[in-house]
């Protein structure tokens, strides 16, 4: 069981993102959890406000410690500990299925989700273990970094995906991308299914596949194929 604590002020994007298809089944099944806390619900401030001008000046607004902190602090106080807590930013470290699979082995997980301009560097220092980013593009804020984190966590926690669905032949697993895969009918659009798959034949079609997921990663993946070859030797 993974409990996924998402600190937000857009609770209702991170709840309707993730409660379909497979995770909101795992969710159904107990196997994980997600809350996503409202980190505007813990401001002192009368009006509710929860960013101000940055010091120094410049373009745009910065979270405030307080709501933040006073939100983190709620969960640490209810669950007894202070979990891995990962703050989404392009200047974090790229997200990969290695992290995956480590993050998968927590009990808690917190993620903090950034707005604005960003979140005042003093609430960071105090709670934020890991900083983390999705890719090389600047998204308008955490959440869809945060659901994309508990998504591939997820899929990794024992359970979340059925035999059929599960990871260990996919793509990553030893650094090749996926092979094609088709369905019927065995004709479409002029199209035909490559031969070797109708043929029944398990061994030359492993083979098939192997070569396939070899081409596609040199193409498109040169990085990657660096990596599977080392791995091979
Ligand atoms: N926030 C904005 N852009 C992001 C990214 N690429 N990864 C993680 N958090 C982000």
Redesign the pocket.
């Known amino acids: 069981m993974v409990h996924f604590y998402v600190l937000t002020l857009f609770p209702d994007m991170v709840m309707d993102g993730l409660n379909t298809s497979v995770i909101g089944r795992a969710i159904q099944n107990g196997i994980i959890d997600i809350e996503a806390v409202n980190i505007r619900d813990y401001t002192t401030n009368k009006h509710k406000k929860v960013d101000d001008y940055p010091y120094g000046g410049g373009a745009g607004m910065v979270m405030q410690a307080q709501p933040i902190y006073d939100a983190y602090m709620s969960i640490v106080n209810r669950i007894g500990k202070r979990p891995r807590t990962i703050y989404?930013?392009?200047q974090?470290s790229v997200f990969k299925q290695s992290l995956a699979k480590e993050f998968a082995l927590e009990e808690d997980l917190i993620f903090l989700c950034?707005h604005y301009e960003g979140v005042d560097e003093r609430v960071l220092e105090e709670i934020v273990t890991d900083y983390?980013?999705?890719?090389d593009?600047?998204?308008t804020?955490?959440e869809l970094?945060a659901m994309v984190m508990v998504d591939a966590i997820s899929r990794m926690v024992p359970g979340v995906l059925t035999n059929q669905e599960s990871g260990e032949t996919e793509s990553f697993y030893n650094y090749l991308l996926e092979y094609p895969q088709y369905s019927r009918p065995e004709e479409w659009n002029g199209k035909k299914v490559p031969q070797v798959l109708l043929s029944g034949h398990h061994k030359n079609i492993a083979a098939w596949r192997l070569e396939q997921s070899i081409e596609r990663t040199k193409e498109h993946r040169p990085d990657l194929y660096e990596k599977y070859l080392e791995q091979e030797d």
Do not use: M, N, W
């Not at 983390?132 to 890719?135: A, D, E, R």
């Open positions: 989404l930013t392009p974090g950034g983390v980013s999705i890719g593009y600047v998204l804020g955490g970094p």
